[in-house]
């Protein structure tokens, strides 16, 4: 039979980790920064043309169907958004 003492010292290291995992958890969900105005002019346009992409295709809407994918693109760049800023946004 375990004594207690020994019993306890092994309980107490994960605990202590577990806490220091929880948190730097907790340290990394601070509230997030407030979109750009370009970011949020992005963000209106895609929400635009993922809305003008569904529905020219609504049977199947969704970037895994490839009539949505290139109508979203074509929308996009007819918006002037570049491919580098699509790519980043969409990825």
Excluded: H
């Excluded at 306890?8 to 290291?13: A, E, S």
């Excluded at 994960?14 to 979109?35: D, M, V, W």
């Excluded at 963000?43 to 609504?58: D, F, G, I, K, Y």
């Excluded at 490839?66 to 074509?74: C, E, G, L, Q, T």
């Amino acid at each position: 039979m375990q004594n207690n003492n020994e019993t306890g010292k092994f309980w107490k290291q994960p605990t202590r980790i577990a806490l220091f995992c929880a948190a730097l958890l907790l340290a990394g969900c601070g509230t997030p920064r407030p979109l750009t105005m370009q970011e949020q002019d992005a963000w209106m346009l895609r929400q635009q043309c993922s809305q003008e992409a569904t529905n020219v295709n609504p049977d199947f809407p969704g970037p895994d169907n490839p009539m949505w994918s290139s109508y979203f693109v074509m929308c996009m760049q007819s918006m002037g958004v570049s491919d580098a800023a699509l790519e980043r946004m969409w990825w």
